[in-house]
């Protein structure tokens, strides 16, 4: 595809349900990075996966988020018992390591809401 | 921990003026990032900076890196009412992550 693509755009969900985002990085790109915005906390790094070494997890707030990327492609990230402070855009972003600039290119972001 | 500073955080400015806004940085870096994001939308790359000295250009945007300072610049000449966004700088730490600055709202007036 063109850019990264991010599903679904907006999710609405109760406190303590599950939810999983997904994220299509732009192909052939090697990295991958999930990033939340919010109000009060601003941009904030969450995780990042790069071929197939083992993903720094090292952004992750709380043990009750997760994410994979299979076959060093799609990723999915999962929020186990949501809380409303989880509520932000999670935005994904991919580039190219090795390059000159290593450019991160984001995607549009998931609204994630929740109640 | 790298610490990423911007300021102004809101700008206020009339079409046609000149302004900068300024990104601090803590600790060394190889690279540091100006994104664009308009409201509702994600982030929209404008500029890397790699070493001491750079400097890139893209219509009415300069920026710029001092890495002994540890400062970046953006520089708008001649603003129109099109520039207005919110502009964040980010460096980068260890492993590719980017740490961003809190963002600069700009607002250019007709």
């Known amino acids: 595809g063109a850019g990264v693509s991010q599903s679904p755009s907006n999710k609405v969900t109760e406190k303590g349900k599950d939810v999983e985002l997904r994220c299509d990085p732009i192909?052939?790109?090697?990295?991958l990075y999930w990033y939340r915005q919010s109000l009060g906390q601003g941009l904030e790094f969450l995780i990042y996966f790069q071929g197939n070494s083992a993903p720094d997890k090292s952004g992750l707030p709380s043990d009750r988020f997760s994410a994979e990327r299979t076959g060093g492609s799609v990723s999915t990230l999962t929020i186990q018992r949501t809380q409303q402070e989880d509520s932000a855009v999670y935005l994904c972003?991919?580039?190219?390591?090795?390059?000159?600039?290593?450019?991160?290119?984001f995607g549009p972001g998931t609204r994630l809401t929740v109640l | 921990e790298l610490k990423v500073e911007q300021n102004p955080l809101f700008l206020s400015m009339q079409e046609g003026k000149n302004y900068t806004i300024y990104c601090n940085y803590s600790?060394?870096?190889?690279?540091l990032y100006w994104y664009r994001q308009d409201p509702g939308k994600s982030l929209e790359s404008l500029f890397v900076?790699?070493?001491?000295?750079a400097v890139k250009q893209e219509g009415r945007l300069m920026a710029s890196l001092d890495t002994k300072a540890r400062l970046s610049t953006l520089h708008i000449t001649a603003a129109v009412h099109d520039l207005s966004a919110t502009y964040f700088c980010?460096?980068?730490?260890?492993?590719?992550?980017?740490?961003f600055g809190a963002g600069t709202i700009l607002r250019v007036k007709s």
């Open positions: 192909s052939g790109h090697t990295a």
């Open positions: 980010a460096v980068e730490e260890y492993g590719n992550k980017l740490v």
């Open positions: 600790t060394t870096s190889d690279r």
């Open positions: 900076l790699l070493s001491n000295g």
């Open positions: 972003a991919s580039s190219l390591v090795g390059t000159h600039t290593d450019t991160q290119y």
